[in-house]
């Protein structure tokens, strides 16, 4: 039987060592090919390169089989649009995004270039799964999140996932990690998000920064909530944002429509 | 009694033609700040300035009274952002995006940079709408639009939108509009997504293209239905991906947990 194929994607860059302890995972699974952003593409949410040209290049992997290793000079997302069409010479089985070298979790879900790759290959119908550790640092210590990064994979790849369903799983760090929640993200915003400095010349420009602040923290089914009790969390996505059940609502209140 | 504050931004850029038929309708209901990209940024999708510092400039307009633009050299999201830490006098009481120069129809919403800024903006609790017209030429004549803008504007201004969630707005262009219809986004994709090109030295580039296809084109209650139909269609989108209600299943067959 044929070994099954994985996609593996990520919003650092094809130099994260995140993306080489993934790869070291999916390596059991199956034949892996990793397509990733040739420059840091953290903050690129569902963005995709429409005013420029992309190329792809192949780097060199002797250190391990099994594992073809691919840049693109574009976003997660156009990593994935050109795997399915120039890359991967089938269809894939399965697509993993990560490890992120930071949180995914609460609101931090929609600006995630990670979970734009993951939702990417979601909407295309393959079984897809992002994993973020909450560290920054390109030193980050992904080691106790490896045990449950394989169990997920392996039950993802093994039974599939419910149709337009993806999962955002994110890993404390720096903890022993308690156990699994399967959680929906904390409603939560960014607060201070911007640094002024004043250019050599007096003029002001500005640095993202700022807080993730959780608006619920005493919400029990949230994924903050429970990375905050140092467990692990897989929240359920669906890209497709139509809310639904608002129609009716809407039709009556802004267009007068019974 | 205090004339209402109205936030206006794009993905098409601040010289963009639609913005400005948005800043006149806006004109007529308060006062007006355009804060919009520097640049181009369509199919920016919710992304953010992570890496590189930002900078404000303000332009002069004396052609339209009541309306101030200032351009920010990065994606929409990050107009919103800086618009209400580091421009706006106070917090807008409605933010409106476009007049987008092209389609955000069905799946175009994941992607679309006018919907990223609309989501920003609904996200801290201000009511947002996205129009944009299936055209994408600069020179496109909005001139039909412009009753149903007024009208949609006009009635969020005055009676808010859910907490949530914000609109997103389509014109079919170059016809007569026969109407107004609330929908849900048709489940669509991309096709033949990458034109090949070689470059002198030899090498191939890509350049993202291709055609959405509707997989639902029978569907009374999506929006690329009517749009065919020459309707105007209003989409509620709500940001947050979360699909709480497949919590159970993913904690059942993923991590074996009742």
């Known amino acids: 039987m044929e070994r099954p194929l994985i996609l593996i994607a990520n919003d650092d860059g094809i130099n994260a060592p995140g993306i080489h302890v993934l790869a070291g995972i999916a390596q059991q699974l199956g034949d892996v090919?990793?397509?990733?952003?040739a420059t840091a593409q953290s903050g690129?949410?569902?963005?995709?390169?429409?005013?420029?040209?992309?190329?792809?290049?192949?780097?060199?992997?002797?250190a391990e089989p099994g594992v073809r290793y691919f840049s693109v000079t574009g976003t997660p997302v156009d990593c994935i649009k050109l795997a399915m069409h120039h890359i991967l010479p089938r269809r894939p089985d399965m697509m993993l995004c990560g490890i992120n070298h930071g949180s995914n979790a609460g609101n931090n879900l929609i600006y995630s270039g990670t979970m734009g790759a993951v939702m990417e290959a979601?909407?295309?119908?393959?079984?897809?799964?992002?994993f973020s550790l909450m560290h920054h640092s390109m030193a980050a210590d992904f080691s106790r999140a490896v045990p449950y990064i394989e169990k997920i994979s392996r039950a993802v790849i093994e039974k599939g996932l419910p149709e337009g369903v993806c999962l955002n799983v994110n890993f404390p760090a720096k903890v022993e990690i308690e156990g699994l929640k399967v959680a929906r993200s904390a409603r939560s915003h960014w607060t201070e998000e911007y640094r002024e400095?004043?250019?050599?010349?007096?003029?002001?420009?500005?640095?993202?920064?700022?807080?993730?602040?959780?608006?619920?923290?005493?919400a029990t089914d949230t994924d903050l909530y429970w990375l905050g009790k140092n467990y692990a969390t897989i929240v359920p996505v669906t890209?497709?944002?139509t809310n639904t059940a608002i129609i009716p609502t809407i039709a009556e209140t802004i267009c007068n429509q019974q």
């Open 33 to 37: 090919y990793v397509v990733a952003p």
């Open 197 to 218: 400095y004043t250019d050599p010349a007096g003029h002001p420009f500005y640095w993202l920064t700022g807080k993730q602040i959780n608006e619920e923290p005493d």
């Open 122 to 130: 979601c909407m295309v119908g393959i079984p897809a799964v992002g």
């Open 44 to 62: 690129m949410s569902s963005a995709m390169t429409v005013n420029t040209p992309l190329r792809i290049q192949e780097h060199a992997n002797s």
């Open 239 to 241: 890209p497709d944002q």
